[in-house]
């Protein structure tokens, strides 16, 4: 299976930083990259497909980026409703496989 | 409006059996494939296992391949999943997850979940 590993775990930022959360696959995966937020309680939401693409309603401060095995989350001016966990998923494979996780927090 | 509804989830003894459901409505449910992920407690994502839009392919995570099996009814618009010879390790909230295309990718809409405890 193709491990992902996410960093960091887990961060501290304050409202209007900038925020880069990272995701390294085992192996090349192209672009079949995507990313989830999910907040406590709630099921998944789906964000960004294919490395870079923006899901339908998702604001344009969440950019993803990369290629091979090294990919990008970035939110530009962090707001009160992004305090959550976000988790990548390479779909290269038919074996999906999720990244650990990263919890962005309130500093 | 797209929904997923999961069922079947509860306490059940290690070995034991249980059968997860998933009540999809809101789009054309076989142009899709489906996904169960599941959480355990204070964890994080577990992909499961995916089926195609049609039913003919289905993928397991090497942690269930053996002991659960994914089976869609289009007529129905419902998708399963049997659970057997259940462990400690199985517990967690099961979601079940309409893909973005026809064969497992990434996972647009998500239920609300349902929970599985395995303990004796």
Known sequence: ??????????????????????????????????WYQQKPGKA?????????????????????????????????????EDFATYFCQQSYSTSLTFGGGTKVEIK | EVQLLESGGGLVQPGGSLRLSCAASGFNFNNYAMNWVRQAPGKGLEWVSGISGSGDNTYYADSVKGRFTISRDNSKNTLCLQLNSLRSEDSAIYYCAKDSTRQPYGMDVWGQGTTVTVSS
């Open chain 1, 44 to 80: 998944p939401k789906f964000l960004i497909f294919a490395a870079s693409s923006l899901q339908s309603g998702v604001p344009s401060r969440f950019t993803g980026s990369g290629s091979g095995t090294d990919f990008t989350l970035t939110i530009t001016s962090l707001q009160r």
């Open chain 1, 1 to 34: 299976d193709i491990q992902m590993t996410q960093s960091p775990s887990s961060l501290s930022a304050s409202i209007g930083d900038r925020v880069t959360i990272t995701c390294r696959a085992s192996q090349s995966i192209s672009s079949y990259l995507n």
